[in-house]
């Protein structure tokens, strides 16, 4: 069935150095998917939609220069966080539309930064 | 702007007792109402969804879920929970038939043997 993959799931960085989290949609093809960012006892909350052949759109919020948001294929979104600090430490994960009805998510990527 | 209420972060049951997880939602409008679930190690995935109809709504692996709209609420039930049951469970509410989630905070269920 359809998958969403990954990657990484997990990842320590140093403050100031940027991380890539990449989600790739396996047997299905997305022109859309979806960053959710959770931090502790709280909600999965959006933060952006990646459009494929297009610029993401932001939730309220959301700094877009920190958050890069890649859509370069039907398959592959990518979510670069830049200059990360400490306050960026979360749990990332992505989600893609399969029809109509159907939304698959990626397993999730902790990031921490030191 | 919605928000989704899961009023039960933590639950601890036996096997073979009932459940019922609780979930409200603010939204004034149309709104398409969905349980998901996370079991250790694994991706989320859809328990159970409402669109529209009947508002008894039943899922995978015996859930159901009862949406009533004068109470805005979307709780999730199981006659009898079995251990491997155990994992987060998440409401979440998307506007008129979008694919774009307001999830709750989840609520971690652990069914002891």
């Known amino acids: 069935g359809a998958v969403v993959s990954q990657h990484p799931s997990w990842v320590i960085c140093k403050s100031g150095t940027s991380v890539k989290i990449e989600c790739r949609s396996l047997d299905f093809q997305a022109t859309t998917m979806f960053w959710y960012r959770q931090f502790p006892k709280q909600s999965l909350m959006l933060m952006a939609t990646s459009n494929e052949g297009s610029k993401a759109t932001y939730e309220q919020g959301v700094e877009k220069d920190k958050f890069l948001i890649n859509h370069a294929s039907l398959t592959l979104s990518t979510l670069t966080v830049t200059s990360a600090h400490p306050e960026d430490s979360s749990f990332y994960i992505c989600?893609?539309?399969?029809?109509?009805?159907?939304?698959?998510f990626g397993s999730g990527t902790q990031l921490s930064v030191l | 702007a919605q928000s989704v209420s899961q009023h039960n972060h933590h639950v601890i049951l036996s096997e073979a007792a009932s459940l019922e997880l609780g979930c409200n939602y603010s939204y004034g409008g149309t709104v398409n109402l969905f349980w998901y679930v996370q079991y250790p190690g694994q991706h989320l995935q859809l328990l159970l969804k409402y669109f529209s109809g009947d508002p008894l709504v039943k899922g995978i692996k015996g859930f159901e879920a009862e949406f009533i709209k004068s109470k805005f609420s979307f709780n999730l039930r199981k006659p009898s929970v079995q251990w491997s049951d155990t994992a987060e469970y998440f409401c979440a509410v998307s506007p008129g038939g979008g694919n774009k989630l307001t999830f709750g905070t989840g609520t971690q269920l652990k069914v002891e043997l």
């Open positions: 989600s893609a539309p399969y029809g109509n009805e159907k939304l698959f």
